[in-house]
């Protein structure tokens, strides 16, 4: 290879290095979706914290008292019914 074929390469990956460079600091991600729920179902503040959920059981409650209640059917817009119920008794 003649050196001024060398030099020419040498100038071309300089330049194409120079305009990648130029080009990638003006690139900006897009911003993300705003994603709207289709179906919003509303649980009591009285039955208490969120325990889980399991593909078998559902969504898990448990209040101040002890009591679990677990949901398996979410309605929409509206208060799911509780599936089960479990109260905590003083032992005897």
Known sequence: ???TSARLLTVAVVL???ANWFYARKAKAAPQQVFQAACRSFVPLEWGEYKGSSSGFGVAFQ???GTLRFVTNVTCEGVPPVALEIRRTMPK
């Open 16 to 18: 194409l290095t120079a």
């Open 1 to 3: 290879m003649s050196k």
């Open 63 to 65: 209040d101040s008292t």
